[in-house]
């Protein structure tokens, strides 16, 4: 499985981004997939998953929104009401399919892992 995260880029606090995840893998839809971010001198910390249901960091929560097409194997972050403190490098995941939400969380349970695409949100 590989993935390929953009979207990336420079936005003022209050502005919006959508970040892709394109995977090329068959059956898709078989896997669960997660967004994770770290900022400079901070560990990884989980975003956003998506399997069956949706779940999200309480930091984002209300204001990130993660969905899946799997017609184009591809997996969304629309981030909106973006904040200085959102600024980091934002990693996409995938793992076999699951609902528990605590394994969605731990990012030690992806096998597989996106290069990473950086998120600057200016003040």
């Known amino acids: 499985v590989q993935l390929q995260a953009s979207g990336g880029g420079l936005v003022q606090a209050g502005g919006a981004l959508r970040l892709s995840c394109a995977a090329s893998v068959h059956a898709f839809s078989g896997y669960a997939v997660g967004w994770f971010r770290q900022a400079p001198g901070k560990e990884r910390e989980f975003v956003a998953a998506?399997?069956?249901?949706?779940y999200y960091g309480d930091s984002v929560a209300g204001r990130f929104t993660i969905s899946r097409d799997n017609a184009v194997n591809t997996v969304y972050l629309q981030m909106n009401s973006l904040k200085p403190e959102d600024t980091a490098v934002y990693y996409c995941?995938?793992?076999?399919?699951?609902?528990?939400?605590?394994?969605?969380?731990?990012?030690?349970?992806?096998?597989?892992w996106g290069q990473g695409t950086l998120v600057t949100v200016s003040s």
């Open positions: 998506i399997s069956w249901s949706t």
């Open positions: 995941a995938a793992r076999g399919y699951t609902n528990n939400a605590i394994h969605l969380q731990n990012q030690q349970l992806y096998d597989y």
